[in-house]
């Protein structure tokens, strides 16, 4: 996976606020570069310096396998959660619609410079090696 890419999803982590969350499709669709699943690897490698806890699956459940250490971070954050979070089993998740992250303008434009500078690293606007298949920010500035 080119360097560029690894920067880009990182640094659009980064931008995302206590309390707030993004999906790993709602990254690539930022980025207008890559899926889900390549987010989610970036993040697995090099995610430990971001909060890697505010992205998660489109359907609210955090990243496989940090479901404890997430939830802890969660509560700290006051993130908006759905179902029981506490007892054996814990069936929680993040609930989307309350806690999916909404840039703001200058978020925008820094997200703009982000995914500009990836498209000129990566020539032609491709994701990383790969066809993109995201779209466009659209869906967060409506």
């Given at each position: 996976?080119?360097?560029?890419?690894?920067?880009?999803v990182l640094d659009v982590a980064a931008l995302i606020p206590p309390g707030r969350v993004?999906?790993?499709?709602?990254?690539?669709v930022l980025l207008e570069s890559g899926g889900p699943r390549q987010?989610?690897?970036v993040l697995a490698r090099y995610?430990?310096?971001?909060?890697?806890?505010?992205?998660?699956?489109?359907?609210?459940?955090?990243p496989a396998g940090h479901e404890t250490r997430a939830l802890a971070h969660y509560r700290e954050e006051k993130t908006a959660l759905r179902g029981r979070a506490s007892g054996e089993p814990a069936l929680w998740r993040v609930n989307m619609s309350a806690a999916r992250w909404?840039?703001?303008e200058a978020?925008?434009?820094?997200?703009?410079?982000t995914r500009a500078a990836l498209e000129i690293a990566l020539g032609s606007g491709r994701g990383p090696g790969l066809d993109s298949a995201a779209g466009s920010a659209s869906w967060l500035r409506e």
């Amino acid at each position: 996976m080119r360097s560029e890419y690894v920067e880009a999803v990182l640094d659009v982590a980064a931008l995302i606020p206590p309390g707030r969350v993004l999906s790993y499709g709602d990254i690539a669709v930022l980025l207008e570069s890559g899926g889900p699943r390549q987010v989610g690897t970036v993040l697995a490698r090099y995610g430990s310096d971001v909060p890697w806890w505010r992205v998660i699956r489109a359907s609210g459940l955090p990243p496989a396998g940090h479901e404890t250490r997430a939830l802890a971070h969660y509560r700290e954050e006051k993130t908006a959660l759905r179902g029981r979070a506490s007892g054996e089993p814990a069936l929680w998740r993040v609930n989307m619609s309350a806690a999916r992250w909404e840039p703001a303008e200058a978020d925008f434009r820094a997200l703009d410079a982000t995914r500009a500078a990836l498209e000129i690293a990566l020539g032609s606007g491709r994701g990383p090696g790969l066809d993109s298949a995201a779209g466009s920010a659209s869906w967060l500035r409506e």
